[in-house]
């Protein structure tokens, strides 16, 4: 791997640490219904682009992590096909946050477009 590239990938790495637990609440939010991991990665990688896909190993942690702070509530469910799944729901407080959240995003998003308006185009 070239220098630039460990440069991009710490950069990528850097920028989804704070936007995966953003497009986890928006997608569960969006979809109005419980979804269980495997579920939610196929939706980010549907409606993200692709931007996001093949980290669906990572979206665990960061599942427990926005259930642990409150902002989703999971229940386990049987499976015909395999294990139990855990099917997560965003709930009221997740709502508001989500709100907050987005709001920041786009505040952040518009000030660095700004900066590099005009920047290698």
């Known amino acids: 791997m070239s220098d630039h590239e460990a440069h991009l990938k710490k950069f990528q790495k850097e920028l989804s640490a704070g936007t995966v637990s953003l497009a986890l609440l928006a997608v569960l939010a969006r979809t109005g219904e419980p979804l269980y991991g495997y579920l939610i990665a196929k939706e980010l990688e549907r409606v993200g682009e692709g931007v996001l896909s093949g ?27 395999g294990p139990p799944r855990r099917y997560y729901r965003i709930n009221e407080r997740g709502r508001q946050v989500l709100e907050q959240w987005t709001q920041a995003w786009r505040a952040t998003r518009d000030s660095v477009d700004s900066v590099l308006e005009g920047v290698l185009q």
Do not use: D, M, T
């Open 55 to 81: 980290k669906q190993s990572a979206l665990y942690p960061v599942l427990r992590n926005l259930e642990g702070a409150g902002l989703l509530e999971s229940q386990i469910e049987p499976s015909v096909a």
